[in-house]
């Protein structure tokens, strides 16, 4: 049973355009996202995360929207770069079991110049 | 410093084989984890170690078996694996701050390779 969900494997955008990646959600006690980057042959690096309190958080270039009512959340990359490709993961815990991370399956980004 | 550091890089064993995999973090954090991942997959939870106890083992067979030696470092014992289990196996570690602003930094990761 996949609770964490990227339905799209790929994606493909312009440089210096915007690139939406998207998240769901079924397990309802989720409170705490967060997004990774994963470059081939490394460990993935943390982005970006929100907690089920807010509904936006940004940081930089990356800004990250959750609609509870809808489990769903989007991760927005503007201006996209090419040093951005990579396969990014959306992953999610709860209060009570904090430690115990459920990572999506992954949205390759690839950022054409 | 957000850096966690792995090795060896890559690894490979004979079925018969035992090896060890090593993580270590100067960051000050409590919780180290490890995971596993195949190709095209998400990262699994394998083990987490709080406070140099283990907190959770998701039922991973008994040819892995982990090790907290201080806060600082983890081990993961590797023993007569089978080719399956051929992997990316990643370290991460987090504050163990509490729900809703724990953040995990993983490592590089060990490539291992069963024959």
């Known amino acids: 049973d996949q609770q964490v969900k990227q339905n799209s494997p790929s994606l493909s955008v312009q440089e210096g355009r915007i690139s939406i990646l998207n998240c769901d959600y079924t397990?309802?006690?989720?409170?705490?996202f967060l997004w990774y980057k994963k470059y081939p042959a490394e460990g993935p690096t943390f982005l970006i995360s929100?907690?089920?309190?807010?509904d936006k958080n940004e940081d930089g270039r990356f800004t990250v929207f959750l609609n509870k009512s809808a489990k769903h959340l989007s991760l927005h990359i503007v201006p996209s770069q090419p040093g951005d490709s990579a396969v990014y993961f959306c992953a999610a815990t709860n209060s009570g079991g904090y430690q115990k991370v459920t990572f999506g399956t992954g949205t390759k980004l690839q950022v054409i110049p | 410093d957000t850096e966690v550091t792995q090795t060896p890089k890559h690894l490979v064993m004979g079925m018969t084989n035992k090896k060890s995999l090593k993580c270590e973090q100067h960051m000050g954090h409590r919780a180290m984890y490890w995971y596993k991942q195949k190709a095209k997959k998400p990262p699994e939870l394998m083990f987490v170690?709080?406070?140099?106890?283990?907190?959770i083992n998701e039922s991973v067979p008994s040819r892995f078996s982990p090790e907290c030696p201080n806060s600082s470092l983890l081990n993961l014992h590797l023993h007569a694996l089978q080719p399956e289990d051929s992997a990316l196996y990643l370290c991460?570690?987090?504050?163990?701050?509490?729900?809703?602003?724990?953040?995990?930094?993983f490592g590089p990761g060990t490539r291992l390779t069963v024959l």
């Open positions: 991460a570690s987090s504050q163990a701050s509490g729900p809703l602003r724990d953040t995990q930094y």
């Open positions: 397990n309802s006690m989720f409170d705490y």
């Open positions: 170690y709080s406070y140099e106890k283990l907190s």
């Open positions: 929100i907690s089920s309190i807010k």
